[in-house]
Each structure stands twice: as C-alpha cells, then as structure tokens.
C-alpha cells in the first residue's frame, strides 16, 4: 500500500509514545502490503473494522485508534492509505472524525446516524 502523510504519523508517535513502535511497524507492515479489501486487512490486523471510505485500526489494546482513508488495490494500483486521524480511544467516540469517511449525503444524514448509534 502507499501511505500519504508519514510526518503526521511520527508526529502521532511523539505525542503518544507509547503507541510510537506500534505506529512504526504499521508503517513498515501496510507499506509492504497488497491490501484489496477488508478481509486481506483483517489477516495483518484482524480487530480492523471498515467504516465508510476509511479503515479503523485499534491500537495497544484499544487505547487508539489509527484511521486512514482507503483505496483498495487493483489490478492497476497497490493500494492507498490517506492517514485521517490518531485518536485515544476517549477522542474517537465523539465522532468527530465521521466526516472524513463517510460521504455525506444531503443534510449530512451519514453521521447524525452515527451520532444516534445507528451506524
């Protein structure tokens, strides 16, 4: 897979030590991989869950979470991986992150659902 922003992963490591080796080898894992959908993910990292356009990874035990925006490998393309957000596990269940990885439809149904725990 091709990974977009590794500063802003070294940054996540700084601010959260002790995730930072765990960042490091994600980075050197899904840079090797050929991921074309969840299931290929899910045999590296197999807590990964999928929502909308993006890939949810827990992180030490679920103390984080990594989530990346995914383009799937194909016959033409390795695959791509758009680093979103590093959150604690406090920060991603507000939500907040939805909007970049659920495409919103007309009033920004997707995530009020989500909100509501529909999703």
Known sequence: MRIIARSAIRNAGERHADAAE?????WQEAGNATWAKLADVREQYP????????????????????IC??????????????????????EYDKKKWCKDCIPQPTGGKAVREIKKGKG
């Open 47 to 66: 807590d990964t869950d999928q929502v909308g356009q993006c890939l949810i990874f827990n992180v030490r035990g679920n103390n984080y979470r990594l």
């Open 22 to 26: 765990w960042l490091d080898g994600w």
């Open 69 to 90: 925006r995914v383009t799937y490998a194909n016959q033409w393309t390795k695959g791509t991986l758009l680093f979103k957000h590093f959150l604690t596990h406090a």
